[in-house]
């Protein structure tokens, strides 16, 4: 692991605060420590007022408080639709040249000026085309003002702030630690959250395409609410009890969530064709499915029936040790909700982008 601080993974979600702090037991093995969350106040994430980030901090320092972290050094997440991610194909150059030449390429794809944003990037491989050697780099541009602002909020909890990374680079970061092996192809995670899905492709355990889809797990209930004119909180039952299975209850909640799933299997789809086309390689060995909405019964067999292609529901926890504390409680945590501060926490054991 690289020689880092102690420090702890913070995840900021729209309805909880997510913590995870793993130690390295050698340099390819880690424990898992510390392990928590505390629920948030609805729509404090999207509350930019000075009021607002004062609320989200004291949130911050009281999850911080109960899930009894012993370092205040932390990384932090945000999400992909706040950040500009691409994968940018150069000439082979020298190094000194390469953030230069980044730039360059990035400046007509963000729709902010080039200086007011932060860039960090990853060499991903190298390919010929006729008969030229070029270079592929993955690219995350983030507004500095974003970056100014979660500093603060940081600050303001009594933290310290080592990095902020996105939610892909994390989720990624987590498969690749709990599945070495499986990775070494071309792979796609599906990370199935509240309000909205990332679909992420990597090469070698290290992300080369992110996109965002605003469906998650709730719109899930939202449609089962409606279609059956139930409360939320009922809804909620019938999704984890039927999921998509369409020989249980007759099929009925099957019927009513599919439409939800066709559109999250359609952009899986064109997310394929767009790396068939465009980024190229061997080809998908493995669809990934992790996240909070992961667990819908009998979604890992639709999905495999739809796209016919291997899928796995992961564990974030297939490759690391557990203190005999949190093991004792784990059956009460939904653990696949963690896999963004899980993935946060084991940086260092995975390539970093500079």
């Not at 999704?239 to 599919?258: C, D, P, W």
């Amino acid at each position: 692991m690289a020689n880092i601080p102690d420090f702890f993974g913070l995840n900021l979600g729209h309805n909880s605060i997510k913590i995870a702090q793993s130690k390295a037991i050698s340099k390819d093995k880690a424990k898992l420590v510390t392990l928590g969350s505390t629920p948030t106040a609805i729509g404090i994430l999207e509350n930019d007022s000075a009021k607002g980030q004062e609320m989200l901090a004291q949130e911050i320092a009281r999850s911080y408080k109960e899930i009894g972290v012993k370092t205040k050094n932390c990384v932090m997440s945000v999400s992909e639709v706040l950040v500009f991610s691409r994968l940018i194909t150069l000439p082979r150059m020298n190094d000194n040249e390469v953030d230069e030449a980044i730039q360059y390429a990035l400046k007509p794809l963000v729709p902010i000026p080039i200086e007011n944003i932060n860039i960090s990037f990853l060499k991903i491989d190298e390919k010929r085309i006729e008969g030229n050697s070029f270079s592929n780099w993955y690219v995350v541009a983030a507004p500095k003002q974003l970056i100014l602002k979660y500093q603060q909020i940081i600050e303001k909890a009594g933290l310290n702030l080592l990095a902020i990374e996105t939610e892909a680079l994390a989720i990624t970061r987590m498969i690749a630690f709990n599945y070495p092996t499986e990775v070494t192809k071309d792979t796609m995670i599906l990370d199935m959250g509240a309000e909205n899905t990332n679909v992420i492709l990597s090469r070698n355990g290290v992300v080369i395409f992110s996109q965002t889809i605003s469906t998650g797990s709730e719109a899930i209930t939202k449609v089962i609410a409606s279609d059956f004119g139930i409360d939320f909180v009922q809804a909620e039952k019938y999704k984890v009890t039927f999921g998509i299975n369409f020989q249980n209850g007759e099929g009925k909640i099957a019927r009513s969530i599919e439409p939800i799933l066709q559109i999250i299997v359609g952009e899986i789809q064109r997310t394929l064709t767009y790396y068939h086309e465009k980024i190229g390689g061997t080809s998908i060995s493995t669809v990934f499915l992790t996240g909070g909405g992961a667990d819908l019964p009998a979604l890992e067999e639709y999905l495999k029936d739809k796209l016919n292609m291997n899928v796995k529901l992961a564990n974030p926890l297939n490759g690391i040790e557990v203190e005999k504390n949190i093991k004792d409680n784990l059956s009460q945590m939904q653990i696949k909700g963690f896999n963004v501060a899980l993935g946060l926490s084991l940086k260092g054991f995975i390539n970093n982008y500079g």
